[in-house]
């Protein structure tokens, strides 16, 4: 018989105005023999639900199975905007600063602080000790799914690229600034402190909100497995897992990989791009025009060779707006 115990604690995140407890599950499951500390949760953002499903498979997978270390399963990390089926909470609960809204720009939390930032502190309790964190998400049907590193961290780029996926990216960690978070910032990520504190993390964005999607959630799965298996808690070597390219981040970018709308009007894609599609540089994406005189008022081009990270789905577009991005491929 396996000599791996299964342990479940209720977490008491936070209260509300009302007296009511926001409470969340910490499943530990510990291996027979003295090893790393991996911990993994989801639905930060509670609308985000394929890592809800990947954390129950990884559960049962683990709980009868001998390895050395700890892992620790929060298959609901936000149980609040997981009700509400939301990415932030509504203002009335948390909008104690411009960004706390979104719990994902709270970390690592305050005990004394808004609710959010009260709920990131009560995990962060079991996650300041660990040696690897998976920060499972999802992003929208405009978007390929892809793992996201800290840049500049060697361990965490190895964590996100033997996860998987087909796109491997990194983000900058800027310093919070007396302006932040007005600019496009991802200081206050779980990835971000987690990395800043030397604990090698991740984030998978799996898929779209809102749905459990079969192909992305067995994605997962074996992401999640993978980097067990990189950290020493499970034996043997990750498997491939998608494509796992390590590419440029065109999310943060000003740079010519990405495309915004030069004027407002009805973007038109063209029929044979999608997210995920190779594309080479001077290929048409589509096509933004004025919706009542007929005017082509912007014809989207890529100007360099790479995969289709990002393709704007719905067709109304402002000036500004975001319509399509590609991530490069490294070297
Ligand atoms: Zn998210």
Redesign the pocket.
């Known amino acids: 018989m396996s000599a791996t115990t299964t342990e479940t604690e209720r977490l008491t995140l936070a209260r509300l105005p009302s007296g009511t407890e926001v409470t969340t599950r910490l499943h530990t499951i510990s291996g027979p023999t003295e090893g790393p500390t991996a911990y993994v949760h989801a639905a930060?953002?509670g609308r985000?639900i394929n890592g809800v499903e990947v954390i129950r498979r990884v559960h049962h997978k683990l709980a009868d199975r001998e390895f050395a270390g700890e892992v620790r399963l929060v298959p609901v990390a936000n149980p609040l905007t997981f009700d509400l089926q939301r990415y932030t909470l509504p203002t009335a609960l948390d909008h104690t600063h411009l960004w706390t809204a979104n719990m994902?720009r709270t970390w690592p939390g305050d005990r004394d602080g808004s609710l959010h930032e009260r709920m990131a502190a009560r995990l962060w309790e079991h996650v300041h000790d660990a040696d690897a964190v998976v920060d499972l998400?999802?992003g929208s049907p405009a978007t390929h799914p892809h793992s996201v590193y800290t840049d500049d961290d060697p361990a965490s780029r190895e964590l996100a690229r033997v996860f998987g996926t087909d796109l491997v990216m990194p983000s900058a960690v800027a310093p919070r600034t007396p302006d932040w978070p007005t600019d496009r910032d991802v200081s206050g990520t779980l990835r971000a402190i987690a990395s800043h504190e030397g604990i090698p993390s991740m984030i998978a964005e799996l898929g779209e909100a809102y749905r459990v999607e079969e192909n992305t959630v067995a994605m997962g799965v074996t992401g999640v497995l993978n980097v067990l298996k990189q950290v020493g808690v499970l034996d043997g070597e990750p498997v491939e897992n998608g494509e796992a390219l390590l590419v440029t981040s065109p999310m943060h970018s000003n740079r010519s990989d990405s495309f915004d709308a030069a004027a407002s009007g009805l973007f038109v894609t063209d029929p044979d791009v999608w997210p995920g599609k190779r594309v080479s540089a001077g290929q048409s994406l589509g096509t933004v025009y004025h919706p009542t005189t007929f005017e082509p008022v912007h014809e989207v081009e890529t100007s360099q060779d790479g995969i289709l990270y990002h393709l704007r789905r719905r067709g109304t577009v402002t000036g500004g707006e975001r319509l399509a991005a590609v991530a490069v491929e490294k070297e």
Do not use: D, F, I, S
Request: hydrophobic letters at 15%.
């Open positions: 930060v953002h985000e994902e998400h999802t």
